[in-house]
Each structure stands twice: as C-alpha cells, then as structure tokens.
C-alpha cells in the first residue's frame, strides 16, 4: 500500500477487516516487519488519540516514530504556490516535504480543513502535495475532507458489537460551539456505503454533506425517524459544505443532542463518538456514561486500524 486517504486504498471492507482481525489476535507478530524503519508524524492540527494511537501501532510493529508539530517549535510553513514569502512564513512546504522524507520510510499528516476555501479543502490541496513531493508512501491522520483511521476503527467496533447481520446505523448532526470540518461525517458515509448495514443520515436542514459522500445513504430530517430502530448512533457536529455556507455555523439548536429521550427511540442502540466530544453539546452525560456508550473501545481501535494500515505499507517497501 502506497499511500492511505480513503477508503479506495483497501481493496474491500473485508479485507480491511480480515486485516484487523490478524492485527487483534496478535499484535506483535511483524516487530521484524518495522525494524530500523521510521515514521515521522506531521501534525498541522491538535491531536490526543490519532497521536498516540499511531505511535503504539507503529512501535508494536518495531518501529521508530518522530513525531512533528509543525505549529509549535518547526518554522511556519507557507503552502500556497508561487507567493512572494515576504510574510510570517520562513520555509516553503515544497523544500519542507522532501527534507522531512529524507528522514523517514512511511509519513502520517494531519492537515485539517481551513474551512474557508472549499476547492482548496476539497482538492486536498496539502495532503496531495506530501504524496506528490516526498516520494514516500503517505497516510492521512485525518486531513481536509475525510478521517480514514477513524471510520476504520468505526467499522471495527461496529462489527465487534453489532448483534443483527444488518444493523442500522445512525449518522447524526448535534450541535457544537465552534466550526468544525466534514471530515469525520464525510469518511464515515463513505465507509459504511462500502458496508452493507442500513445507514441513515440525519441533521438540521443546510447541513447536507457533498453528494459524493452521501452516496446512496437515505437522508431522514425527521428526528424521530431517523433515531427508530437504529442499532448504532453515531453523533458528529459538522459546519455547512453547501454553497456560499461553507464552513459556517448554521444552527446551535440544542434539540438536536443525543439523549436519552431519542435513544429510547432506538433498538438498544450503542452510542459512538469519535472524540474528543463535548458533553451536553454533542451528547448528555446520562448517554455517554450509560454502558451503551462504546466511545473508548472505538477509540482503542485506532490502534488496529493504524496498525493494519501501516503494517501494508511496510510490506510495500
Ligand atoms: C476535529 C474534527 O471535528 O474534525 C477532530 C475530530 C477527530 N474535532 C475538533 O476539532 C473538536
Ligand atoms: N478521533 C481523533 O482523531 O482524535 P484526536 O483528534 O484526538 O486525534
């Protein structure tokens, strides 16, 4: 494997899946495999899980990890080609890529959306330029327009826990204070449109996610519909795609956080989040702290998920 940004890097769901289970049952199995072999992780972004869960797949696989922060200690980067550098920016990108390869075998980046120009998030304008100039395979830890390893680990846990062959499974906006990027929906319609689970989409009209990514997801803006049966609810605040929205706050609306009142409304439904989530916001404390909460285990998973990916990338080398 080359390079991971979407689900399309992985022949099918189950191979992504026998590839999880390998890595389960035993973890340890290819030290060899990663040893004197380095991955350097470049954050652009905060991060708690993608951080240290990258780092323990890559050492349970032999590996050395270098990990950057780009914004606190290296120089500015400036990514925009053909600018005059006469601003707060000292290095370009351009020169930045190929050096920080020169020291490495596999890179991981984290480059969120700015969520100010759509075609410049949506063209992956970052994440593509590290594949182009660096001549080393790439995986995304969750760049302007999908989160990978999270929806991995998301179908993961979802096949851990499922308890119908079918289940049904709930994507739904909540509120949040700030603007956040459609990453995490985005890939997480994508993967589970590769599954073959009844995935519904819900959220507050004007929320509506790029039609490449909803694909043939049924979008309910009935609530009470929506949440109905469902087996997994899964919460995700997003900012607006459409239009001259993009990147806006269109509602607040508390109406629209995962409590208890709506889960009655479900099959026994667990409830996922791919954190860092804010109570009461997103989802009440009532629902987070019931044992239908199985955000930690999700979270665990991105260590299999990870590990599966860049054990591939290894056998590539
Ligand atoms: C980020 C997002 O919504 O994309 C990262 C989630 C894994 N969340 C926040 O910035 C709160
Ligand atoms: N879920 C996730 O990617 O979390 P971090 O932003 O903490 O890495």
Redesign the pocket.
Known sequence: MKQFTSVKDIASIGKALDLAWDVKINPFADQELGKNKTLLMIFF?????????TQKAAMNLGMNVIVLDVNQGAWKLETEKGVIMDGDKPEHILEAIPVMASYCDIIGV?SFAGLENREFDYNEVILNQFIQYSGKPVFS??AATR?P??SYADLITIEEYKRVQRPKVLLTWAPHPKALPQA?PNSFAEWMNETEYEFVITHPEGYELAPEFVGKAKVEYDIKKAYEGAHFVYAKNWSAFSGDNYGQILSKDRAWMVDSEKMALTDQAFFMH???VRRNMIVSDEVIDSSSSIVVHE?SN?VVSAQAVIREMLRSL
């Open positions: 972004n905060s991060s708690l899980r993608t951080r240290l869960s984290r830890m969750e989160h390893l999270q995490v791919c954190l860092p979270a991105r």
